[in-house]
């Protein structure tokens, strides 16, 4: 079956650097557009970062862009999400996500079980 | 960046109907899709696309759209249905993706 699982999360101090992985299995990774989207606790869901799926090209939230990089090996089925310069209110649980698209439509299906991220000195 | 809005907090009476909205500049250009979060879970998407269901998602979920205001209306509430839900949009730039701040729902 379809299938996201994230790695790589943990505690981390501020202003240092840690990389998210998520790999992909049960389809064409190489076919879809991916998601990070995270969820500070007790919070709401903010969406993070998007990346074509040749990885050509990416967009990304005000909040992480010059900070975060996400990237993908399609080699690999992998998802990558490289942050920088980590601030408090980066701690989280960071999920991938599936991008689907028709038209005038774009959805989030299916999510990883999510990896926490937790900036503390 | 686009911003969409929700109520925070909507209550349902067991079996009784309730809807859920999400108003943004955004949902002008873009179908909202709907997700479905419980307390230490993943969201889950219920709502995609106007009004499609995803596999597994029971009917009474159902989704409209008129100019800036999406809705998610669950017919017939059961007890599982309590949970968080979000909108989510792409906004109108399309370079980036915006989710409504979420709705708990509380199931009487």
């Known amino acids: 079956q379809v299938q996201l699982v994230e790695s790589g999360g943990g505690v981390v101090q501020p202003g240092r650097s840690l990389r998210l992985s998520c790999a992909a299995s049960?389809?064409?990774?190489?076919?879809?557009?991916m998601h990070w989207v995270r969820q500070a606790p007790g919070k709401g869901l903010e969406w993070v970062s998007y990346i074509w799926k040749d990885g050509s090209n990416q967009y990304y939230a005000d909040s992480v862009k010059g900070r975060f990089t996400m990237s993908r090996d399609n080699s690999k089925n992998t998802l990558f999400l490289q942050m920088n310069s980590l601030r408090d209110d980066d701690t989280a649980v960071y999920y991938c996500a599936r991008d689907r698209q028709q038209s005038d439509a774009n959805w989030f299906d299916p999510w990883g079980q999510g990896t926490l991220v937790s900036v503390s000195s | 960046s686009s911003e969409v809005t929700q109520d925070p907090a909507v209550s349902v009476a067991l079996g009784q109907t309730v809807r859920i909205t999400c108003q943004g500049d955004?949902?002008?250009?873009?179908?909202a899709s709907w997700y479905q979060q419980k307390p230490g879970q993943a969201p889950v998407l219920v709502i995609y696309?106007?009004?499609n269901r995803p596999s597994g998602i029971p009917d009474r979920f159902s989704g409209s759209n008129s100019g800036y205001t999406a809705s998610l209306t669950i017919t017939g509430a059961q007890a599982d249905d309590e949970a968080d839900y979000y909108c989510n949009s792409r906004d109108s730039s399309g370079n980036q993706w915006v989710f409504g701040g979420g709705t708990k729902l509380t199931v009487l």
């Open positions: 955004s949902l002008g250009g873009y179908f």
């Open positions: 049960g389809f064409i990774f190489s076919h879809y557009g």
């Open positions: 696309d106007q009004n």
